[in-house]
């Protein structure tokens, strides 16, 4: 993990603003396809998706997020966001402790326990809830490279991982709430984005 995270954090502040697609986008309830090519699009992409989480702000971003339908998202559950006020007024955003990771083609099993805690989605504004996830996990994916890796996680490593994961299998976190909490909230959020 870690020469891979070095290599990452100088994708953090400069790149392209990606569209976030927003529930019901059809591309967020697709499965998407796997990655094969480890080239300089894909490191591109990797760079964008980075910058349009940060900027969001968002502790994660899958692929169908920003519209392609590839397996790979990206996540930072350990950056600080500080709002500075300025003496004139004025409010600077600033990020600090970085730790970038991406996962490609990832496979999550050894799925442990269980924990309850809020989530919120790029793709679902305004819509936070609680979800039951496992609380440990065991991931396999691949680097920028194509090199092959495994990791346990837990916590809130393991719900962001799950929650991204759920992206690349046409899952947002609506669909892991009880049926009626899922009606609920889907009619409010579409009804509240309709308005605009
Ligand atoms: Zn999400």
Request: aromatic content about 8%; charged content about 30%.
């Amino acid at each position: 993990m870690s020469a891979i995270n070095l290599d990452l954090k100088d994708y953090i502040l400069e790149g392209e603003l990606l569209n976030i697609f927003k529930y019901p986008s059809p591309v967020l309830k697709k499965v998407a396809d796997p990655v094969t090519d480890f080239n300089d699009d894909l490191k591109l992409l990797v760079k964008n998706m980075l910058f349009t989480m940060y900027k969001a702000p968002g502790i994660g971003l899958a692929a169908p997020q920003v519209g392609l339908s590839h397996r790979l998202f990206v996540l930072d559950v350990e950056f600080q966001r500080e709002e500075i006020h300025n003496p004139d007024g004025d409010c600077e955003i600033r990020l600090s402790h970085f730790k970038p990771r991406v996962f490609i083609n990832p496979i999550i099993s050894d799925l442990e326990g269980e924990i309850i805690h809020e989530e919120g989605c790029l793709s679902v504004p305004g819509v936070y809830e609680d979800v039951k996830r496992a609380e440990k996990i065991t991931i396999n994916y691949q680097d920028l490279d194509g090199k092959s890796h495994k990791m346990e996680a837990e916590e809130m490593l393991a719900i962001c991982l799950q929650h991204e994961n759920d992206h690349l299998d046409g899952v947002v976190f609506l669909e892991r709430l009880s049926l009626i909490k899922k009606n609920l909230l889907t009619k409010k959020y579409l009804k509240k984005k309709k308005r605009g």
